[in-house]
């Protein structure tokens, strides 16, 4: 155990812990208002545990293992006493587990008992990622005093919603999350998760979708069937959508993201909304994906000199609100807002030859290519989590050589451009079919001519059978594009298998049987000003 110690300060770069000897009460049983159990694990110093602030990390993936040695131990090491609870039906916790929809009451009833425990101290935090933090959001706006700081990482406070967009449904993520989850109970659950992800990406290519779960696993399971069956709209989601407690939210909370991570847009909305409602709030984003060890950098540190610190009745180091690692630039920088103040929306319009400016766009005819959904425009780099699979910051030369994927480039760049902020792209497109996607992203050519993706995003169009403006929204980004680089937009039609591949057929996307083949067409000209928007400073 010793040794972990070690191997996670070192990992996490962690300051030395104020001692190594834990003691860990399993299977603590705490009781919910309807009767169910939950069991927890409290991890404390051998001496001096009680009374010392409480870090509460509710999760869905089993108490030992990655958990505890991982994130429990680290901060019982350096001043909290941290209790692990297991989510309802999950690795011994009364059942059944239905993801997402019992966080609230749950998590209220598990603070309640702590609160009553007689080891308890005077304080506690809320901290963890992603399905972690959702759980932070959850109760965010009805926490007691005791309560002195949340610390939401890689995650928000609607949690599956932005992937079940009826305008862009975001198939591998809650796939291969469901996959992940289904089995992880099971003997060696994680380890056949990650050498059974090649087993999963060929799942999603099943027709129907509706049967993808039972080919990945062997059977149906309810949350695949729910997000084929229901949109982000669809009230069936209402009960895990908590979007509307961010604004009351009490407590400071310092919110860790990522560039390339799959919940950022979300992430940055719900700082947003805390900003204008004027709470204590910060913010960190760096260049990170969703499993990125850089996120478990930024968050251990911030859960002691940030929670604990609060968690201990004092007041943090003063910081700006907002640090940002600014890619391309490759250093951090620290501003007052997201998004920050002095940058402007500029039109960078496509242009004819594959050439892109800030010019009004001249005359040309359209550019042409062709969708072919049985060979859909693969996904490469960018916002994944995906075990084998490459996220982030990738070559794109393969991806842009494809006959599906257009390309505008700027000229060789005499000056540095800085974007930050929100990016967006109004495409004027036609296809021969109705049904169609249109999928845009931003890259940075470098000197030798490498493509390397900076962020895109991707909408679903009705009617595409007629020349439609195509507004779509991209990651948001901070990227400074250097002297001698271009600036590139790519446009296509997939990048499958993180977005669902459109089969043109108007199909519901969980029963579609066909696929068809569409001429896509891509308008530029004054009267079809084609463009990608960069909030330039």
């Not at 309810?222 to 209402?238: E, K, M, N, R, S």
């Not at 979300?266 to 984003?285: C, K, S, W």
């Not at 060979?375 to 599906?404: I, Q, S």
């Amino acid at each position: 155990m010793k040794l972990s110690s070690h191997i996670m300060q070192r990992v996490l770069r962690l300051p030395p812990p104020l001692t190594r000897d834990l003691t860990i009460e399993q299977d603590r049983r705490v009781p919910m208002r309807d009767g169910a159990v939950l069991l927890a694990d409290r991890w404390t110093p051998k001496r001096g545990g009680d009374g010392l602030p409480t870090a509460l990390i509710r999760v869905p993936y089993g108490r030992a293992g990655l958990v505890g040695g991982q994130m429990a131990r680290p901060l019982a090491e350096r001043g909290f006493q941290v209790l692990v609870q297991s989510t309802r039906g999950t690795f011994g916790s009364d059942g059944p587990w239905d993801p997402l929809r019992r966080e609230r009451e749950d998590g209220l009833d598990t603070i309640d008992w702590v609160i009553k425990q007689p080891w308890f101290g005077e304080s506690m935090i809320l901290f963890g990622p992603s399905y972690l933090g959702f759980v932070q959001w959850a109760v965010a706006d009805s926490l007691p005093p005791q309560v002195k700081a949340m610390i939401p990482v890689v995650t928000e406070s609607a949690l599956t919603l932005e992937f079940l967009r009826s305008d862009g449904f975001s198939l591998e993520t809650p796939f291969g999350w469901a996959v992940q989850v289904a089995g992880q109970e099971r003997r060696l659950g994680m380890p056949r998760a990650m050498l059974g992800a090649k087993k999963v990406q060929r799942a999603l290519r099943t027709l129907p979708l509706n049967k993808a779960d039972t080919v990945a696993i062997g059977n149906r399971y309810d949350y695949v069937q729910d997000i084929l069956d229901h949109d982000a709209d669809d009230p069936f989601w209402q009960g895990l959508d908590h979007r509307h407690r961010v604004a009351d939210v009490q407590v400071p909370v310092s919110s860790i993201a990522g560039w390339h991570d799959i919940f950022l847009p979300g992430q940055l909305r719900d700082f947003r909304v805390l900003q204008e409602a004027g709470r204590t709030a910060r913010l960190t984003v760096g260049p990170w994906a969703h499993n990125s060890i850089g996120v478990g950098h930024a968050a251990f540190p911030e859960a002691l000199d940030f929670g604990l610190t609060l968690a201990k009745g004092r007041e943090p180091a003063e910081r700006p609100p907002v640090r940002l690692f600014v890619m391309g630039e490759e250093k951090w920088r620290d501003f007052p807002s997201w998004p920050p103040p002095g940058y402007e929306p500029r039109r960078f319009h496509l242009q004819p030859r594959g050439t892109l400016s800030p010019e009004q766009p001249a005359v040309a005819p359209p550019d042409n290519y062709r969708y072919d959904p049985a060979d859909p425009t693969p996904a490469v780099g960018g916002v994944r989590m995906v075990f084998g699979e490459k996220n982030g910051r990738v070559d794109n030369t393969e991806l842009e050589a494809r006959r599906d994927v257009l390309t505008y480039t700027t000229e060789v760049l005499d000056k540095d451009v800085e974007v930050i902020g929100e990016v967006s792209a109004e495409i004027f497109f036609r296809s021969s079919l109705p049904y169609a996607d249109v999928f845009v992203r931003l890259c940075d050519v470098d000197a030798d001519g490498r493509s390397t993706n900076v962020c895109d995003g991707l909408t679903s169009l009705t009617g595409a059978n007629q020349v439609t403006r195509a507004t779509v929204g991209l990651w948001p980004t901070a990227y400074r594009f250097r002297r001698g680089h271009r600036i590139r937009v790519q446009v296509s039609s997939g990048a499958f298998p993180r977005f669902n591949r459109n089969p043109g057929t108007g199909e519901p996307r969980g029963s579609a049987t066909q696929l068809r083949t569409a001429e896509q067409q891509v308008l530029h000209g004054p009267e079809h000003p084609s463009a990608i928007v960069l909030p330039v400073g």
